[in-house]
């Protein structure tokens, strides 16, 4: 119950490309669901966040669909570019709650 | 400005050693944790801290003990350190607890030989 399962485990896509990220969780105490992005030799930085109040949340070229009835979220990356190669975690908390990661996925943009 | 700082960036020990890795922050958040990030990149949390208080203590060995003299500061002291600590170490902050929108610092990469 206290995991959040994230797939693929590594995606490759041309530039200009949609990669799309999937993640699940059990729990529904959860109340946040961030994505984070790390580039190698760097920490993880918090890219976008969504609550489970809205199905939908775009900021730049980032979008996070969410689905509450099958505790399920995605992010999506438009027009993708050779600098969104990155590591991409999902993960979901609440107050007083620790925050559970997903395993990530290496995203590879070809040029 | 840094918001959230460690030191040092790497370490390399031998088996057996002590060793320490010092994390401060700057933002003014209550709560700052250790997370572990192994070879596979696998992201795990450690110990987090609420206004100096311990709040989550995962299953960590007792060799790993982490200290907050205040709440802008949260250090990990090993003990005995092993072939399998070696990974890349995190502090973390948060302005809550909860883990809501935290901030990593740049991580230190442990190598024990």
């Known amino acids: 119950q206290q995991q959040v399962k994230q797939s693929p485990q590594s995606l490759i896509v041309q530039k200009g490309g949609i990669p799309i990220i999937n993640c699940a969780y059990e729990?529904?105490?959860?109340?946040?669901f961030p994505w984070y992005q790390q580039f190698p030799g760097k920490g993880p930085a918090l890219l976008i966040a969504?609550?489970?109040?809205?199905s939908e949340k775009k900021e730049g070229r980032f979008t996070i669909s969410f689905n509450k009835s099958a505790k399920q979220f995605s992010l999506h990356i438009m027009d993708s570019q050779p600098g969104d190669s990155a590591t991409y975690f999902c993960?979901?908390?609440?107050?007083?709650?620790?925050?559970?990661f997903g395993a990530g996925t290496r995203l590879f943009v070809k040029a | 400005d840094t918001a959230v700082s460690q030191t040092p960036k790497y370490l390399v020990t031998q088996m057996g050693n002590d060793k320490s890795i010092k994390c401060e922050q700057n933002?003014?958040?209550?709560?700052m944790y250790w997370y572990k990030q192994d070879s596979k990149k696998f992201l795990k949390i450690m110990f987090s801290y609420n206004n100096k208080e311990l709040i989550i203590n995962e299953t960590v060995p007792n060799r790993f003990s982490p200290k907050s003299p205040d709440k802008a500061h949260l250090n990990l002291h090993i003990n005995s350190l092993e072939l399998g600590d070696s990974a890349v170490y995190f502090c973390?902050?948060?302005?809550?607890?909860?883990?809501?929108?935290?901030?990593f610092g740049p991580g230190t990469r442990l190598t024990v030989t």
């Open positions: 729990n529904t105490a959860f109340d946040y």
């Open positions: 969504i609550r489970p109040d809205v």
């Open positions: 933002l003014g958040h209550d709560t």
């Open positions: 973390a902050s948060s302005r809550t607890t909860g883990g809501y929108e935290q901030y």
């Open positions: 993960a979901a908390g609440a107050g007083g709650f620790k925050t559970i």
